[in-house]
């Protein structure tokens, strides 16, 4: 008990920055997606990979907006288990997500419980739990939507994902 006090404290002392948070991501965020660009880059801070992960309970993935732009709804219940990606950021890494995602006026991040999928054991899924941005306030024919279990900006729904740099000033 002692020794795991004081080994604490060391850490503490010798990695000031203990102040990780895990993000889970299943939109243009992911590997591969218009804006996985923005998690490599160090000048928004640091995201480390951890697994690939499953949501526990399914939520209404939709496709909305004139950007095509993918929103988790806040609709646990329906729609699909969705897919996604968990990392762990740094404080600076998920300040920039913030203003990324326009948290809190357009995603609000809050927690949600996870399936990881490539665990070590198999069949022992373990049960996690991270941020996520997911919409709070949406209109309500996003709930017509088709909904994805897995989004891909280039799938076959065809709908481009405008990234903020193309958008035209409304
Ligand atoms: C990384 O982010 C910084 C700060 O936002 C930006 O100036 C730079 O162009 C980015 N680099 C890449 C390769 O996207």
């Given at each position: ?70 929103f988790l709804l806040n609709v646990p219940g329906t729609g ?65 939507k088709p909904t994805y279990e897995s989004y891909d900006a ?11 740099e193309d958008r035209s000033p409304e």
């Open positions: 008990m002692k020794g795991s006090v004081i080994l604490s404290l060391i850490i503490s002392v010798i990695c000031p920055v203990v102040h990780m948070a895990r993000v889970f991501v299943y939109g243009t965020l992911k590997k591969g997606q218009p804006n996985y660009f923005r998690m490599e880059n160090t000048s928004n801070g640091q995201a480390v990979f951890l697994a690939r992960a499953r949501t526990v309970e399914p939520y209404p993935l939709v496709i909305a907006t004139k950007h095509n732009i993918p699909q288990r969705v897919y996604g990606e968990i990392y762990r950021v740094d404080q600076k890494m998920l300040e920039f997500l913030d203003r990324f995602e326009h948290c809190p006026e357009w995603y609000q991040r809050t927690k949600i419980q996870l399936e990881v999928q490539d665990g070590d054991a198999e069949g022992e899924k373990s049960i996690e739990e991270a941020f996520v941005y997911r919409k709070t306030t949406y209109e309500s024919e996003w709930l017509q280039n799938g076959d729904h065809g709908l481009k994902y405008v990234s903020p």
